[in-house]
Nanobody, 126 residues
């Protein structure tokens, strides 16, 4: 089992930047693909970005391409989400998740993940 703890959320003005971190403990971090999801009030949880076990493969939802970047440091058991040019519509609780899978596995659905963090709030003011 793996435990995930997100940090780095907060309040930022439109156009600003934040970097979210997700620290993992438990079983070998490099065994897991990692993903970021977000959930705004009254909406379903949606995929944001994912990264494979080695970091060699990444996927980003179209709405954040060119603004957000997912990365990981397996030596530090941490995955990151760098968020630039933030917009009010990016406001949500952001969750990291871990998925057991093959080398290039980086699922984009909630069902594809086995473990979840508790979430961190990101609020973007206009």
């Amino acid at each position: 089992q793996v435990q995930l703890v997100e940090s780095g959320g907060g309040l930022v003005q439109a156009g600003g930047s934040l970097r979210l971190s997700c620290a993992a403990s438990g079983r070998t971090f490099s065994s897991y693909a990692m993903g970021w999801f977000r959930q705004a009030p009254g909406k379903e949880r949606e995929f944001v970005a994912a990264i494979s076990r080695s970091g060699g493969s990444t996927t980003h939802v179209n709405s954040v391409k060119g603004r957000f970047t997912v990365s990981r440091d397996n030596a530090k058991n941490t995955v990151y989400l760098q968020m630039n040019s933030l917009k009010p519509e990016d406001t949500a609780v952001y969750y990291c998740a871990a998925a057991l899978g093959g080398t290039d596995y980086n699922p984009i659905t909630v069902r594809g993940y086995d473990y979840w963090g508790q979430g961190t709030q990101v609020t973007v003011s206009s």
